[in-house]
């Protein structure tokens, strides 16, 4: 089961967007790199007091998934994204065992793991009843400290952003031919 957002989407409330809670999810955005480096958010949900983002600062791509505002834990790449065309992946391996547990987190560049992470506790249930989900930019309270709304948004472009949930078997790089079969499974 999968959602795709575009670039440009926002203000997206958190009902309208596939559920990542309590189960193993991966997040893929196509996005263009400018020559300078790439800033900003690719994709958020939530705000200060529960949700995730990724994000890319320092050109490097970056996870962060705030637990309630108490804790926020951090994923990041070991390398800056190049310039150009790339697509930027998550996954997240849910612990199971019940609500709210941890996972691992792994990031890829194009299908090559480029950095890891752990997130220790999730939140089972709602992220807020007035923060959203925005593509390119944060336009609510942030996430993570990493940044604020005015230096969220994307210096880049964000094509598109596809989430897909309680896949284990993962490709980690998604084809135009598995984009397109997502798309017409919505029709």
Not at 27 to 46: D, F, L, R, S
Not at 115 to 127: D, L, P
Request: aromatic share 10%.
């Amino acid at each position: 089961m999968g959602a795709s957002l575009f670039g440009g989407m926002g203000r997206l409330s958190e009902n309208s967007v596939i559920s990542i809670k309590n189960k193993s999810f991966a997040i893929t955005a196509e996005v263009v790199v400018p020559k300078g480096g790439a800033e900003g958010v690719i994709v958020h949900q939530g705000g200060h007091f529960g949700g995730w983002s990724l994000y890319v600062k320092g050109a490097k791509a970056k996870f962060a998934y705030n637990l309630c505002g108490i804790e926020t834990y951090h994923a990041e790449t070991n390398e800056a994204i190049p310039a150009g065309r790339h697509q930027v992946r998550v996954e997240f391996a849910y612990d199971g065992g019940g609500l709210g547990k941890g996972g691992n987190v792994t990031l890829f560049y194009d299908g090559r793991k480029v950095g890891s992470g752990r997130v220790e506790r999730t939140q089972a249930f709602v992220f807020s009843a007035d923060e959203t989900t925005d593509v390119g930019r944060d336009t609510g309270t942030p996430v993570t400290t990493d940044y604020d709304m005015k230096s969220s948004r994307f210096n880049g472009t964000v094509s598109w952003v596809q989430i897909d949930v309680g896949k284990e078997d993962l490709d980690h790089l998604i084809a135009p031919e598995e984009r397109l079969r997502v798309a017409m499974e919505r029709q």
